[in-house]
């Protein structure tokens, strides 16, 4: 695999972990949550948010640590971009 080719592949998986984090996010706020109080009583959709709450910071936390991941392994790819300047 040349380098080009891991370029590509690690700009295919910034850009789908950032369209899973930024999805999360737009689903539950425009979603999920105005549903769950159309639906749901006071009580047991408090009961619900709390439970789905964790779930959803760990898919938000999974797809930012991949994008961090992705976004700074290209310096390590390509010797020219190997420069603090690139990683600040």
Same mark, same amino acid.
């Given at each position: 695999?040349?380098?080009?080719? #891991?370029?590509? #592949? ?8 950032? *369209?899973?984090?930024?999805?999360? *996010? *737009? ?32 898919? *938000? ?25 690139? #990683?600040?």
């Amino acid at each position: 695999m040349t380098a080009l080719d #891991l370029l590509w #592949l690690f700009d295919v998986i910034f850009a789908l972990s950032l *369209i899973g984090w930024l999805g999360a *996010i *737009i689903y539950f706020s425009f979603g999920v949550a105005p549903l769950i109080f159309q639906v749901l009583e006071a009580d047991p959709a408090a009961k619900f948010v709390r439970k789905l709450f964790p779930r959803y910071y760990a898919w *938000i936390a999974i797809f930012s640590v991949i994008a961090l991941a992705s976004f700074t392994s290209r310096p390590l790819v390509v010797p020219e971009l190997r420069n603090y300047n690139n #990683l600040i």
